[in-house]
Protein backbone atom coordinates (compact mmCIF):
# COMPACT_ATOMS: atom_id res chain seq x y z
CA UNK A 1 0.00 0.00 0.00
CA UNK A 2 1.07 3.81 -0.19
CA UNK A 3 3.41 4.83 2.22
CA UNK A 4 3.84 8.33 3.51
CA UNK A 5 3.62 11.14 1.68
CA UNK A 6 4.41 14.57 1.95
CA UNK A 7 4.32 18.18 -0.99
CA UNK A 8 6.07 20.07 -1.68
CA UNK A 9 9.57 17.21 -1.90
CA UNK A 10 11.21 20.91 -1.87
CA UNK A 11 10.70 24.69 -1.67
CA UNK A 12 12.84 27.80 -2.10
CA UNK A 13 11.46 30.62 -0.48
CA UNK A 14 12.46 34.11 0.43
CA UNK A 15 12.62 35.28 4.27
CA UNK A 16 9.80 36.62 5.48
CA UNK A 17 7.23 34.99 3.51
CA UNK A 18 4.92 32.15 4.77
CA UNK A 19 5.23 28.02 3.91
CA UNK A 20 2.90 25.65 4.02
CA UNK A 21 4.26 21.80 4.07
CA UNK A 22 1.84 18.89 3.51
CA UNK A 23 1.69 15.43 4.83
CA UNK A 24 -0.86 12.51 3.67
CA UNK A 25 -0.54 9.35 6.31
CA UNK A 26 -0.86 5.97 5.66
CA UNK A 27 -4.73 5.01 5.66
CA UNK A 28 -5.74 3.96 9.26
CA UNK A 29 -2.93 5.77 11.01
CA UNK A 30 -4.40 7.59 13.89
CA UNK A 31 -1.01 9.13 14.85
CA UNK A 32 0.89 11.96 13.19
CA UNK A 33 4.11 13.45 14.03
CA UNK A 34 6.13 16.27 12.41
CA UNK A 35 9.48 16.51 13.16
CA UNK A 36 12.73 18.32 11.33
CA UNK A 37 16.49 17.39 10.40
CA UNK A 38 19.08 19.73 10.38
CA UNK A 39 22.60 19.68 10.21
CA UNK A 40 23.50 21.30 13.16
CA UNK A 41 20.66 19.72 15.47
CA UNK A 42 19.93 16.40 14.28
CA UNK A 43 16.45 14.77 13.90
CA UNK A 44 14.09 16.95 16.13
CA UNK A 45 10.56 16.74 17.52
CA UNK A 46 8.17 19.48 16.60
CA UNK A 47 4.44 18.19 17.27
CA UNK A 48 2.31 15.35 17.22
CA UNK A 49 -1.55 14.63 16.81
CA UNK A 50 -3.41 11.82 17.93
CA UNK A 51 -6.84 12.48 15.33
CA UNK A 52 -7.14 15.47 15.06
CA UNK A 53 -6.22 16.93 18.43
CA UNK A 54 -1.96 17.63 19.54
CA UNK A 55 -1.30 16.17 23.17
CA UNK A 56 2.44 17.42 22.63
CA UNK A 57 3.56 20.88 20.73
CA UNK A 58 6.59 21.07 22.88
CA UNK A 59 8.27 21.11 20.34
CA UNK A 60 7.21 23.66 17.57
CA UNK A 61 10.31 26.24 18.34
CA UNK A 62 8.16 29.87 17.86
CA UNK A 63 4.59 30.92 17.80
CA UNK A 64 5.61 31.55 13.26
CA UNK A 65 5.31 27.52 13.30
CA UNK A 66 1.44 26.22 13.79
CA UNK A 67 -0.05 22.62 12.67
CA UNK A 68 -3.34 21.38 12.39
CA UNK A 69 -5.08 18.07 11.02
CA UNK A 70 -8.49 17.59 9.71
CA UNK A 71 -10.82 14.65 9.48
CA UNK A 72 -7.68 12.20 11.27
CA UNK A 73 -5.88 12.57 8.25
CA UNK A 74 -3.89 15.18 5.89
CA UNK A 75 -2.06 17.35 7.61
CA UNK A 76 -0.02 20.80 7.29
CA UNK A 77 2.53 22.51 8.94
CA UNK A 78 2.76 25.95 8.49
CA UNK A 79 5.08 28.41 9.14
CA UNK A 80 4.90 32.20 9.01
CA UNK A 81 7.45 35.02 8.15
CA UNK A 82 10.02 32.28 7.82
CA UNK A 83 13.86 33.15 8.61
CA UNK A 84 16.97 31.36 7.34
CA UNK A 85 17.25 29.18 10.53
CA UNK A 86 14.15 27.51 9.47
CA UNK A 87 15.73 26.09 6.31
CA UNK A 88 15.93 22.22 7.03
CA UNK A 89 13.80 18.74 5.97
CA UNK A 90 10.54 18.38 7.71
CA UNK A 91 9.80 15.27 7.98
CA UNK A 92 6.26 13.93 9.16
CA UNK A 93 5.56 9.99 10.17
CA UNK A 94 2.58 8.13 11.31
CA UNK A 95 1.49 5.52 13.14
CA UNK A 96 -1.70 2.88 13.82
CA UNK A 97 -1.77 4.06 17.07
CA UNK A 98 0.73 5.78 20.04
CA UNK A 99 3.79 3.82 20.33
CA UNK A 100 3.35 1.71 17.20
CA UNK A 101 6.01 1.56 14.53
CA UNK A 102 6.43 5.02 13.10
CA UNK A 103 6.22 5.20 9.52
CA UNK A 104 8.60 7.99 8.02
CA UNK A 105 7.72 10.10 4.29
CA UNK A 106 10.81 11.18 2.51
CA UNK A 107 10.38 14.79 3.79
CA UNK A 108 10.24 18.24 2.75
CA UNK A 109 13.25 20.09 1.66
CA UNK A 110 13.00 23.93 2.99
CA UNK A 111 15.64 26.40 1.87
CA UNK A 112 14.83 29.77 3.29
CA UNK A 113 17.24 32.66 0.49
CA UNK B 1 24.06 18.33 27.03
CA UNK B 2 21.63 16.32 24.76
CA UNK B 3 19.43 13.61 26.67
CA UNK B 4 20.54 10.93 23.89
CA UNK B 5 24.25 11.23 22.41
CA UNK B 6 25.38 9.28 20.25
CA UNK B 7 29.17 9.53 18.00
CA UNK B 8 28.45 11.00 14.36
CA UNK B 9 31.45 8.86 13.00
CA UNK B 10 31.98 8.59 10.38
CA UNK B 11 32.32 4.99 10.59
CA UNK B 12 34.40 3.03 7.88
CA UNK B 13 34.66 -0.76 7.64
CA UNK B 14 35.28 -3.29 5.05
CA UNK B 15 32.45 -5.54 3.78
CA UNK B 16 32.09 -8.46 6.49
CA UNK B 17 32.55 -6.85 8.98
CA UNK B 18 30.99 -6.83 12.45
CA UNK B 19 29.95 -3.11 13.27
CA UNK B 20 29.05 -1.79 16.79
CA UNK B 21 26.73 1.43 17.09
CA UNK B 22 26.07 3.19 20.64
CA UNK B 23 23.56 5.81 22.06
CA UNK B 24 23.77 6.73 25.52
CA UNK B 25 21.22 8.63 27.59
CA UNK B 26 20.04 10.90 30.30
CA UNK B 27 16.48 10.30 30.60
CA UNK B 28 16.03 7.68 33.25
CA UNK B 29 11.98 7.55 31.59
CA UNK B 30 13.30 6.50 28.74
CA UNK B 31 11.49 2.63 27.93
CA UNK B 32 11.36 2.18 24.40
CA UNK B 33 14.47 2.11 22.45
CA UNK B 34 14.19 1.98 18.51
CA UNK B 35 17.17 2.37 15.75
CA UNK B 36 16.54 3.62 12.50
CA UNK B 37 18.36 3.70 9.29
CA UNK B 38 18.15 6.42 6.92
CA UNK B 39 19.66 6.49 3.14
CA UNK B 40 20.75 9.74 1.34
CA UNK B 41 17.30 12.06 0.71
CA UNK B 42 15.38 9.31 2.51
CA UNK B 43 13.31 9.21 5.30
CA UNK B 44 14.45 7.07 8.29
CA UNK B 45 12.79 3.58 8.31
CA UNK B 46 13.22 1.45 11.24
CA UNK B 47 15.32 -1.62 12.11
CA UNK B 48 15.26 -2.56 15.48
CA UNK B 49 12.29 -1.97 18.67
CA UNK B 50 12.98 -2.80 21.90
CA UNK B 51 11.50 -2.05 25.02
CA UNK B 52 13.77 -2.09 28.41
CA UNK B 53 16.65 -3.23 29.01
CA UNK B 54 17.65 -6.71 27.03
CA UNK B 55 18.69 -8.13 23.53
CA UNK B 56 16.85 -8.59 20.32
CA UNK B 57 18.04 -10.14 17.19
CA UNK B 58 16.91 -9.93 13.68
CA UNK B 59 19.03 -11.48 11.67
CA UNK B 60 22.19 -9.48 10.82
CA UNK B 61 21.51 -7.06 13.72
CA UNK B 62 21.26 -7.12 17.53
CA UNK B 63 20.17 -5.15 19.55
CA UNK B 64 20.95 -4.20 23.26
CA UNK B 65 19.60 -1.59 26.02
CA UNK B 66 21.57 -1.71 29.38
CA UNK B 67 18.85 0.51 31.14
CA UNK B 68 21.28 0.64 34.58
CA UNK B 69 24.50 1.99 32.38
CA UNK B 70 21.57 4.14 30.70
CA UNK B 71 23.66 2.32 27.30
CA UNK B 72 22.15 1.14 23.68
CA UNK B 73 24.07 -0.61 20.76
CA UNK B 74 23.00 -1.96 17.58
CA UNK B 75 25.60 -4.93 16.54
CA UNK B 76 25.67 -5.37 12.42
CA UNK B 77 27.32 -8.56 11.75
CA UNK B 78 28.67 -9.75 8.20
CA UNK B 79 28.24 -6.01 7.05
CA UNK B 80 27.52 -5.22 3.21
CA UNK B 81 27.69 -2.12 1.25
CA UNK B 82 24.02 -1.92 1.18
CA UNK B 83 24.23 -1.35 5.01
CA UNK B 84 25.90 2.04 3.92
CA UNK B 85 23.77 4.27 5.60
CA UNK B 86 22.84 6.60 8.37
CA UNK B 87 22.13 5.14 11.78
CA UNK B 88 19.69 7.25 14.21
CA UNK B 89 19.05 5.75 17.66
CA UNK B 90 15.72 6.79 19.23
CA UNK B 91 14.26 6.47 22.26
CA UNK B 92 10.54 7.80 23.67
CA UNK B 93 9.00 7.76 27.15
CA UNK B 94 6.12 5.17 28.21
CA UNK B 95 3.58 7.88 29.19
CA UNK B 96 2.40 11.28 29.70
CA UNK B 97 1.42 13.84 27.09
CA UNK B 98 4.93 13.07 25.63
CA UNK B 99 3.64 9.49 25.31
CA UNK B 100 5.01 8.72 21.30
CA UNK B 101 7.55 11.49 20.56
CA UNK B 102 10.56 10.26 19.71
CA UNK B 103 14.34 11.46 20.63
CA UNK B 104 16.81 10.99 18.07
CA UNK B 105 20.38 10.49 18.84
CA UNK B 106 22.28 12.63 15.99
CA UNK B 107 23.08 9.68 14.00
CA UNK B 108 26.26 7.81 13.20
CA UNK B 109 27.53 7.94 9.03
CA UNK B 110 28.26 4.19 8.39
CA UNK B 111 30.17 3.74 5.37
CA UNK B 112 30.93 -0.40 4.07
CA UNK B 113 33.22 -0.90 1.70
CA UNK B 114 33.77 -3.67 -0.78
Known amino acids: GAGVSQSPSNKVTEKGKDVELRCDPI?????LYWYRQSLGQGLEFLIY????????KSGLPSDRFSAERTGGSVSTLTIQRTQQEDSAVYLC???????????FGPGTRLTVT | QKEVEQDPGPLSVPEGAIVSLNCTYS??????FMWYRQYSRKGPELLMYTYSSGNKEDGRFTAQVDKSSKYISLFIRDSQPSDSATYLC??????????????FGQGTILTVHP
Open chain 2, 27 to 32: NSAFQY
Open chain 1, 93 to 103: ASSFGVLEEQY
Open chain 1, 49 to 56: FQGNSAPD
Open chain 2, 90 to 103: AMSVAGGTSYGKLT
Open chain 1, 27 to 31: SGHTA
